[in-house]
């Protein structure tokens, strides 16, 4: 079985907001007090059912949206927690997404 984790952003971040732009599931938000910006792990499906790749690190300019271990998820599990998040929308099995 294919296993995935959760990601989360570092210190590094400057804040810059574009992840926030592209994150398909609304996972990102802002740290007012600490000044970056956030992942929620209760929304991250590292963009499975929307996109092959971690969109969010592809846009990061500072690399610093990384895999978090602490959250590890099956695909499965990411497919029906974006099934849960927009009832309603149909989700196929998808692509593979990579990192
Ligand atoms: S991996 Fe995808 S769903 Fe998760 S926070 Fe990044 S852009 Fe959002
Ligand atoms: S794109 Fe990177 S640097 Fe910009 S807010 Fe998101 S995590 Fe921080």
């Known amino acids: 079985m294919c296993s995935n984790v959760t990601l989360k952003i570092t210190d590094e971040c400057i804040n810059c907001g574009a992840c926030e732009e592209v994150c398909p599931t609304q ?3 802002e740290d007012g007090e600490a ?3 956030i992942i929620d792990p209760a929304r991250c499906t590292e963009c499975v059912g929307f996109y092959e790749r971690h969109m969010c690190q592809i846009e990061c300019p500072v ?3 990384l895999p978090d271990p ?3 998820e099956t695909r499965e599990q990411l497919l029906e927690k974006a099934r849960l998040l927009f009832p309603g929308r149909e989700f196929g099995a998808g692509p593979a997404i990579g990192t």
């Open 27 to 29: 996972a990102i938000v």
């Open 63 to 65: 690399e610093c949206c």
């Open 35 to 37: 000044m970056l910006r």
């Open 70 to 72: 602490e959250h590890p």
